[in-house]
């Protein structure tokens, strides 16, 4: 069973509205949650991370929120741009050897 | 920056045959990792290696062997390759005390 799910596996958006990428986890051990981009062809790259002791966190456009009552992480991508469009991952840790477990992918497509 | 490259970016094999994959990381880094990609699977751990000659399983490590025999560089083998493992490969690593792993640009790999 799939410890971490990113439930939709595409999202459109238009360029300059907000893309909300939502992950849910089932893990209550999982106290570490990063969000990577990946372009075709080239590996992830990460993006943006939260630890558990904080409910948000923020790097320009993008913005990660953690509900951990609900085991529930989203991304916010504020504006939108064409460049974002990718596939984006969320991955989670319980500090056992700094692993990952990583979510199914949704494909972000922001159309001009 | 960190490099992490790997030695093909696509490979066709035939069913039986031996395979190997190479990733070369240049951050001096502890921690390797072996992924594959699979739509709608997002990344499977195979293999980790925190150390030289040091490997532990990962979710998925059947029909797979690793090797590190350098700290800077992490194998991935098929000893008999077979249909379903035709994949994306992705290698990672990361130092002992971070989450961020640093990707490789992929494998794509065929068995035909």
């Known amino acids: 069973d799939q410890q971490v799910k990113q439930n939709s596996p595409s999202l459109s958006v238009q360029e300059g509205r907000i893309s909300i990428l939502n992950c849910d986890y089932t893990?209550?051990?999982?106290?570490?949650f990063l969000w990577y981009k990946k372009y075709p062809a080239e590996g992830p790259t990460f993006l943006i991370s939260i630890s558990s002791i904080k409910d948000k966190n923020e790097d320009g456009r993008f913005t990660v929120f953690l509900n951990k009552s609900a085991k529930h992480l989203s991304l916010h991508i504020v504006p939108s741009q064409p460049g974002d469009s990718a596939v984006y991952f969320c991955a989670a840790s319980d500090n056992a050897g700094n692993m990952l477990t990583f979510g199914g992918g949704t494909r972000l497509m922001v159309k001009p | 920056d960190v490099k992490v490259t790997q030695s093909s970016r696509y490979l066709v094999k035939r069913t039986g045959e031996k395979v190997f994959l190479e990733c070369v990381q240049d951050?001096?880094?502890?921690?390797m990792f072996w992924y594959r990609q699979d739509p709608g699977l997002g990344l499977r751990l195979i293999y980790f290696?925190?150390?030289?000659?040091?490997?532990e399983k990962g979710d998925i490590p059947e029909g797979y062997s690793v090797s590190r025999e350098k700290k800077e560089r992490f194998s991935l083998i098929l000893e008999s390759a077979s249909t379903n493992q035709t994949s994306m490969y992705l290698c990672?690593?990361?130092?002992?005390?971070?989450?961020?792993?640093?990707f490789g640009p992929g494998t794509r790999l065929t068995v035909t």
């Open positions: 951050m001096d880094h502890e921690n």
């Open positions: 893990n209550s051990m999982f106290d570490y």
């Open positions: 990672a690593s990361t130092t002992v005390s971070s989450y961020e792993q640093y």
């Open positions: 290696s925190y150390d030289v000659k040091m490997k």
